[in-house]
């Protein structure tokens, strides 16, 4: 299962349209990994000013790269990711999470090219 959904943003589902606030909530209570490495990469961004950041270091173990590809995966979780961060957020392979700041479209457009993608592939990475 991707989310641990509390009752009351269930009940907020069924009865019509979800808080943003609160399934980033959601997103960040179940999904820690996940969490922890957007949000600091959001930091890293903030704090340099850069274009982008990016992790290139793969998750520590198999439960941790299952939360963050169940949240790159989901258009619902990383739209409401961006929205909340105020940032674009692209993927490589099993752990490369780039964030990118709405201004970076050159940068953006090239992380997200074949090219950078196989670029970006190494043996060790096969079976990510």
């Not at 969490?35 to 704090?47: H, K, T």
């Amino acid at each position: 299962m991707s989310l641990t959904v509390p009752n009351d943003l269930l009940d907020q589902a069924q009865a019509g349209e979800v808080d943003d606030e609160a399934f980033v909530a959601c997103i960040r209570d179940s999904l820690p990994y996940a969490w922890s490495l957007i949000s600091g990469l959001v930091e890293e961004r903030n704090r340099t000013g850069a274009d982008f950041a990016d992790n290139q270091v793969p998750p520590p173990d198999e439960a941790a790269r299952g939360q963050l590809l169940r949240c790159m995966a989901s258009d619902a979780m990383r739209g409401a990711l961006e929205r909340h961060f105020g940032v674009r957020l692209a993927f490589q392979n099993c752990h490369r999470v780039a964030v990118f700041a709405p201004t970076a479209t050159e940068a953006y457009a090239e992380f997200i090219t074949p090219r950078a993608q196989i670029l970006n592939q190494k043996p060790e990475l096969v079976d990510c």
